[in-house]
């Protein structure tokens, strides 16, 4: 059994017991269901699940919405399901904070096992080694164990993605980055047909850690190769 908690939010009944009973059945003993925007969040904060399963269009609101309040406390894994499919609304879903969108009609297997990869790779981030937790690369820190983001000593908020990405640029510092090697060793899997993706979570990233976003002085575009985080140890 994975010893590991999943709240799956859904307003259709149907699918809520779906995603209860495969989860289940794939080792995920702890699963917690609601069916609202105010049922999702009162059952966060009691819970404090390790992951989230998050429907857009709730009776009492949107997902959106929930995403945003669990965003301000935590950086857990959030995955949006929606009946919406096209790339506006996936991007949408990356660019509130969430860590992958699955549409409906869906595969409840394809589920479970997205549910199991965020999972494995939320406890590899938090299971680091202690003596190599805090990375130190020019003005940024970041603690690998606490996931805590520091720019200039001043703690910067970054979702679990974002610090994925800080992660992997600060270990490979002044080196050009394919949006495949990125999309591979934070996502985990091919990025084919998720350009966008990279690009909107590097745009919130700049948003976060440059002093003008649109004339960025350390995470850089290396035109045709990638990206490129620029900085010089202090």
């Not at 709240?7 to 059945?25: F, G, N, W």
């Not at 999702?40 to 995403?67: H, K, N, S």
């Not at 600060?170 to 899997?189: D, T």
Request: proline content about 3%.
């Amino acid at each position: 059994m994975i010893a590991k908690k999943v709240l799956v939010v859904d307003d259709e009944m149907d699918i809520l017991r779906l995603i209860e009973t495969v989860l289940k059945k794939e080792g995920i003993k702890d699963v917690i269901t609601a069916a609202t925007a105010q049922e999702a969040w009162t059952a966060f904060q009691r819970e404090q699940p390790d992951l989230v399963l998050l429907d857009i269009m709730l009776p009492d609101g949107e997902g959106y919405e929930v995403c945003k309040q669990i965003r301000a406390i935590s950086t857990v894994p959030i995955l949006f399901l929606s009946a919406k499919s096209e790339e506006i609304d996936r991007i949408l879903g990356f660019a509130m904070g969430g860590d992958d969108y699955i549409t409906k009609p869906f595969s409840p297997k394809e589920v479970a096992y997205r549910v199991k990869a965020q999972l494995r790779r939320a406890s590899y981030v938090t299971k680091e080694d202690e003596k190599e937790a805090v990375i130190k690369v020019g003005p940024f820190e970041l603690n690998e164990t606490e996931l805590q983001f520091y720019r200039n000593k001043e703690h910067v908020e970054l979702n679990r993605k974002e610090l994925g990405l800080m992660t992997y640029f600060m270990k490979h510092q002044n080196k050009v980055i394919s949006k495949e090697s990125l999309y591979e060793a934070v996502w985990g899997e091919d990025m084919y047909g998720y350009d966008n993706t990279i690009m909107v979570h590097i745009r919130r990233l700049r948003e976060k850690i440059e002093n003008n976003p649109s004339k960025p002085q350390y995470l850089l575009t290396v035109k045709g190769l990638g990206y490129k985080l620029v900085v010089k140890d202090e």
